[in-house]
């Protein structure tokens, strides 16, 4: 188990490091760079002498690799630069924008699942009755729905009905924790219900396939009650394929969030994202990309080991 | 020139017995699965409004009017007026056309190129295809919208662009599901045969294993379209995709629509409907017809 988890670690760095390799040349492939986008607006005619200066304290001047050596030397160091267009360490400009979206990502699973689990269960059990249908098509719906609309959609609704609007700071969960749930609630609904469309749908199904297994005839012989039979026996084996589902839509979530942040004027990465990349920003997109990437790298490593605790006849090598 | 009515006699049965067997599996089909033929009326509703748009629409899509700013649905107007006094139903009906056009050739391209770079990968084996899965693991970790606002940023707006930027991400994941059910067909003695008879490789990809693995493909084509009419809306949306004045779904629902939101909801409602609409038809018809196609493979 320490040797899988080590290997798996490791077999992190490559990929990482393909992803880096990447967004760093993407984005000196890009028309345009920071320096002229920023002179751009402040008057017509930069000198050409000043551009360079500027791309000299930039260090764009050097030759590509050489940039691209100091970027990776940095990292090693957990040293991600300063953002080109603020002049911020990229680490305080992601730190908090950081804690937003991973509270709204964490709830919107925590929706997900508390919607899709028990509705899952209760399609499958009612297998082509009005319930499942019913259960089939809020999921199909909701695979359908732009979660950003949906956001609207509840701001429009709060703001006609009971003529109240979210507030539009953000407040940490530890300074006012109602007013930041207030906030943060809408968005995660938002997102959420298409997260919950597709976990339902699994979960419906690998619930019907398991139902038809021979243990489950035998529990069923044996008197057990369905409940039991449900909780015990078949839920527990068919969590595996949910659980991948799950993760994999993490990685979704995370682009989700780029729009929907937009409609709740949140200042999360999703913004941090669209902007950095609209300024040309080398060093904070590159850093944003590596971020994401090891969040969705990271989540189906935990995966993999929970498939352990979940099913105990996985072993790894 | 001899006629020759035996051939004429021969020639009209067959083509009739063609066209019944299709009449006969779709009726089969709606019977069957009434929620997929629902949902492949309203793609077809869809598909038609879209490509008569000129008919359809009662006013220019592009056509602003001051004197009737934000107007509430009336009979002139049936779903209201946006902020430059443009008919809100009209540039819905001329958004399908571009929601139909971004999603059927995105679907068509990343599905294609996609089930081809597969098949290959799982034809060559080995190296190659270690190579090409390790490539398309790295463009699998990056969520599909990052990747579509890289190419668009690279590439700038407009339709076009659009396509490309929503096809790049889709295409590893079309190789991946064509790669697995191409696995057991390269195991194929037939494939054997062609190599046996000296066949080139392209040939054999595209002739021999290509239209075996037409049922995934069909699936994913169905699954794409409805992504990529979302993905369209998002990207236009943030102001990324389609460019103003181009009627277009996404682009309705930015701007103006939140900021007048609470004096003009037809403008926020309707054109998300649309959206969801057609997005869910696809869904339906593209579910039903997995169930179809493929009993194997589990409705999820």
Redesign the interface.
Known sequence: MIRYIIKRVVLMIP?LL??AV?VFF?MR???GDIVELRFAGESAFAQKEQLDIERARLGLDQPIWTQFLTWMGGILRFDFGTSMWTGATILEEIRLRFALSLQLAIMATAIAVLLAIPLGVLAAVKQDTWVDYVVR?FS??G????S??LG??F??LL??VFHWLPPMVYTPFWQNPIQNLAQLIWPALAVGYRYSA?AT??T???L??VLREDYIRTARSKGLWQQLILSRHALKNALLPVLTVIALEF??L???L??TE??FNLNGLGLL??ES??HRDYTLTQAL?LL??FV??FVNFMVDLAYAWIDPRIRFR | MAIRPADTFAEIPEVATRTSRWWAATRDFARRRP?GAIGAVIVLVNIVVGLGANVFAAYDPLATDYGAMLARPSMAHWLGTDAFGRDVLSRIIFGSRTAMIVGFACAFFGATVGAVIGVASAYFGGKVDLLIQ?VM??FL??????LA??VV??LGTGITNVILAITVPMIPRASLVARSSALSIREMPYVDAARAAGFRHRRIILRHMLPNVMAPYLIMLTAFL?QAI?LE??LS??G?GVAEPTPAW?LM?RGA??QF??QA?WM??FP?LA??????AF??FG?SLRDALDPKL???
Do not use: C, H, K, Y
């Open positions: 990929t393909s992803v990447l993407l492939v890009v028309p098509i199909i719906a695979l359908a729905t732009p950003f609309w609207i959609m701001i429009l703001l006609i597709v749908r699994m419906r199904s690998a019907l396939e990685a979704f995370m682009g989700a780029v729009v937009q409609v994202f669209v990349v609209a990309v994401v990437a969705f790298i | 929620l390790r693991d790295i970790s990056f969520p599909l919208i990052i606002l890289a940023s690279i409805g979302l809306a998002s949306f943030l990324l996404g629902l629509a939140v939101a609470e909801p926020a409602i998300g959206i969801s609409l057609a997005v869910f869904n339906l579910d589990r409705t999820q």
